[in-house]
């Protein structure tokens, strides 16, 4: 090369494309990555690996029959889809639940919360290299699955909570398990807390990384966990409280930028922790003072709502979720439409990666905690 | 700037005075029903305006008349400020389109999207207007009520039914 | 099955030279560490997941978990598998090297699952596409049910005859 040559070096940008298969993505999730050299200059999300036709599947079965496809949308929080769906539909049918009902959903929610940040808390410290906390979440998620398990019979895809009350009643020791499992699991978020919140590689990796401000963050619809690590303090639970929320006691944990800016990935995954916490609060409250009654007393023999449509809005442990649901006075909806907050989370994901490097972008990716079921339907 | 929650009546008041020949509100219904030519200068003026100011798209939602000709966009807004609620609807013949709200609502880019791979609504001036679920060659929008599945698609055979396997 | 193992085993532990013939030793050997190909897409992954966790440990068997299709011998079909993915499973699956053996785990990859009747974007089975070996049923397969598949992928490996004369 001559001496003119040498000094101009062409450079072009790469596509780099991370398939669909891919240990890291959380599932079927397809990256078209611009990259100029190591640094990442456009990213491009590309769904539809797992569509299932959940809602022409809704528009052909009748309100009963749906409860367990909703179970599949979020494989990881199938209790919280069964109790915004069952929400959604009582609403359209105006009926009462018995208190024991609302306890009984209270408790398997939020015990069902705890399960769903472990995984996420493990899948992102498996994301950022750390393997040792996966296996203690996945350690203490069988505990509550035995829980589960003890109470309808199934580990993963419950099929428990119906419009109008649950499937089957509490189980003769289920409250005495409980409180033994809470016992346990309480010193155990110490645990996490020493291995990984405090760790310098986990923090040298996910401070400052991906920071969503909340301008983007509310005109991206994001919700959750994700919006709360930006520190503003919006939790459906306690804005509008559905079911029996207003008579627990609990904070909202919000994030304050403690090891880096507000709103990185470190205060996202820092407010699932807080927020693991919380849910033991609530479970302690609600399991000293279950009062008794019948289970199946409110379940309707015919579910045939009114001509009508309803938007009812439920909090998971990845965020808001809307049911949208359009009746024509028959027994099977006209329309559902399920508003899924993973969908919004990862449209600012494009937003937000830009100009980080590659290995940050599955960081970004693992801190927004996303499940490919819900975002294709 | 007021922070007082609005209910429907009194967001229509608010509206109808500039906008009074495009809206329609009928009471009782819980949403307002809105042409779809000036659409984008209503969404400006509800996102802006200081008693509205409903900064969060929650959900878009289309759907089917039954009637084979019109179809539907529902749209749910809610303001972080001051915590009111609204619904707008749109409805459209297959020939219209309607005005793109993406850059007053990021969350809109997508769910735009969503709404023509599965109905076929079409959306003007949108940045990145193509389907988002289903493959680019696709037949058909799947949630219309007379949609038909595709015998073979790509060369796989997509049974109908039961008797496939019987 | 298992105790000629055992007694091939006791051989080694007795003497320092053992008679077999090379057929079995080297299903034996492929059939104890057959590491699987991690393709989770739905539901199903999940549970895959949690056979491979502290609980029930799929690594006491000789399975280990491998991102890349180049560096496995069995692909785990665990999920629905869609019009649009079918066409990547077909050419992962092509390539693998041999020998290779596919396990459909879950309902929505034996038949289409709960999503048969009125899914049309979904493949009814992924046998469609790739030739399987075990089906694993249930929504979702209790762990021990996939342990279980994989045990009867181990008998069915030992039975192969790779240098012999093929029956």
């Not at chain 2, 023509?116 to 679920?133: A, C, Q, T």
């Not at chain 3, 070996?133 to 045990?151: F, N, T």
């Amino acid at each position: 090369m001559s001496n003119q040559d040498k000094s101009i070096i062409k450079a072009e940008e790469m596509v780099l494309n991370m398939g669909p298969q891919h240990p890291s993505t959380h599932g079927v999730l397809r990256l078209k990555i611009h990259t100029d050299g190591e640094v990442v200059s456009k990213i491009e999300p590309i769904m539809g690996y797992l569509h299932r036709c959940f809602e022409k599947h809704c528009e052909n079965l009748s309100y009963e029959q749906i409860v367990p496809y909703t179970d599949r949308c979020d494989y990881l929080a199938s209790m919280h889809m069964n109790h915004s769906y069952a929400i959604a539909v009582e609403k359209l049918l105006e009926i009462e639940i018995p208190e024991r009902v609302e306890y009984i959903r209270i408790i398997v929610a939020e015990l069902q919360r705890i399960a769903s940040h472990l995984v996420a808390i493990g899948a992102f410290g498996l994301d950022v290299g750390a393997i040792t906390p996966f296996t203690w979440a996945l350690r203490d998620r069988e505990r509550i699955l035995d829980l589960f398990e003890m109470l309808c019979g199934a580990r993963l895809l419950y099929n428990y909570i119906w419009p109008g009350g649950v499937s089957h009643d509490l189980a003769p020791k289920f409250v005495h398990h409980t409180n033994e499992f809470l016992d346990y699991f309480e010193p155990m978020i110490k645990e996490y807390d020493q291995i990984l919140s405090g760790n310098i590689i986990f923090v040298e990796r996910t401070a400052d990384v991906g920071i969503i401000t909340p301008e983007v963050g509310i005109n991206f619809g994001v919700t959750g966990p994700s919006l709360r690590g930006s520190g503003i303090p919006h939790d459906l639970r306690k804005d509008e409280p559905y079911s029996i929320y207003d008579k627990f006691d609990f904070d909202v944990p919000v994030g304050k930028g403690m090891m880096g800016s507000v709103g990185d990935c470190w205060d996202r995954y820092w407010v699932r922790m807080r927020e693991m916490e919380e849910s033991i609060k609530i479970l302690r409250q609600a399991l000293g003072r279950i009062p008794s009654g019948d289970v199946h007393s409110a379940i309707p023999k015919k579910v045939r709502p009114s001509k009508g449509e309803i938007y009812s809005r439920y909090e998971t442990a990845r965020g808001d979720v809307g049911f949208y649901i359009r009746s024509g006075g028959k027994n099977i909806p006209q329309r559902l439409k399920m508003r899924s907050p993973a969908f919004c989370n990862l449209s600012v994901f494009s937003e937000i990666s830009e100009g980080w490097m590659m290995s940050d972008v599955i960081t970004i990716l693992g801190s927004l905690d996303i499940v490919l079921g819900e975002i294709d339907r | 700037m007021d922070n007082t929650k609005l209910d429907i009546n009194q967001i229509f008041e608010i509206i109808k005075v500039d906008f009074s020949e495009l809206i329609d509100f009928t009471e009782g219904d819980n949403f307002i029903l809105v042409s779809h030519t000036k659409w984008y200068e209503i969404a400006k003026f509800i996102k802006n305006d200081s008693r509205l100011l409903f900064d969060y798209l929650m959900c878009i939602t289309s759907y089917d008349k039954e009637d084979k000709i019109t179809y539907g966009l529902a749209f749910n807004f809610k303001s972080t400020i001051n915590h009111s609620y609204l619904e707008i609807r749109i409805e459209v013949c297959d020939e219209d389109s309607v005005p793109s709200v993406t850059d007053l609502w990021g969350s809109a880019n997508w769910h735009e999207r969503g709404a023509f791979d599965m109905m076929g609504i079409k959306f003007e001036n949108h940045p990145n207007f193509k389907r988002i679920l289903l493959p680019d060659d696709w037949p058909g929008y799947p949630l219309r009520k007379d949609f038909e599945t595709p015998e073979y698609y790509r060369g796989m055979l997509v049974p109908k039914d039961k008797t496939y396997w019987e | 099955m298992k105790f000629k193992e055992i007694s091939a085993l006791n051989k080694f532990n007795k003497d320092n030279i053992v008679v077999e013939k090379l057929d079995t030793l080297i299903n034996w050997s492929r059939s104890n560490s057959q590491w699987y190909f991690q393709f989770g897409l739905a539901c199903c992954a999940i549970e895959m997941m949690a056979a491979a966790g502290p609980r029930h440990d799929l690594d006491r068997f000789g399975a280990i978990p491998r991102a890349s299709p180049r560096q496995s011998d069995v692909m785990i079909v665990a999920g629905t598998v869609t019009l649009k993915m079918a066409e990547r499973v077909k050419r992962l699956y092509e390539q693998m090297s041999d020998p290779k053996y596919v396990i459909s785990m879950g309902s929505c990859s034996n038949s289409g699952g709960p999503y048969w009747q009125h899914g049309y974007h979904v493949l009814k089975g992924v046998d469609l596409v790739v030739p399987v070996d075990i089906y694993v049923p249930g929504c979702p397969p209790r762990p021990e049910a996939l342990i279980q598949g994989l045990l009867e992928l181990q008998n069915k490996i030992r039975t192969e005859s790779t240098l012999g004369k093929v029956e």
